[in-house]
């Protein structure tokens, strides 16, 4: 099993990204989907979740209206398209593979994301 991100980088605040995280080893779509982050002396936090169908996603208070999180079923892949980042955004962050409710059964290595200018 992988979960391989991509994506990451430096960015001025009010900037953009867009992450990817391409799966193999294990039937995508059959797996909620999630993206994390954990900035340095902070826990890792839930930043979205999308359903195995993509109809379901679900974000932290932090990102509503900012982030959008998508999936290709076809492609394996899982995004998070961050826009109007802020410094505050800046973390490490992870993609993560659920095959039934309850915590993620795969993580990715993660990517860091900065937002400085």
């Known amino acids: 099993v992988q979960l391989v991100e991509s994506g990451g980088g430096l960015v001025q605040p009010g900037g953009s990204l867009r992450l990817s995280c391409a799966a193999s080893g294990f039937t995508f779509s059959s797996a909620a989907m999630r993206w994390y982050r954990q900035a340095p002396g902070k826990e890792r936090e839930l930043v979205a979740h999308i359903s195995r ?50 915590p993620p059964d795969y993580w990715g290595q993660g990517t860091q994301v900065t937002v400085s200018s």
């Open 53 to 102: 169908g993509g109809i379901i996603t679900n974000y932290a208070d932090s990102v509503k209206g900012r982030f959008t999180i998508s999936r290709d079923n076809a492609k394996n892949t899982v995004y998070l398209q961050m826009n109007s980042l802020k410094p505050e955004d800046t973390a490490v962050y992870y993609c993560a593979a659920l095959k039934q409710l309850g």
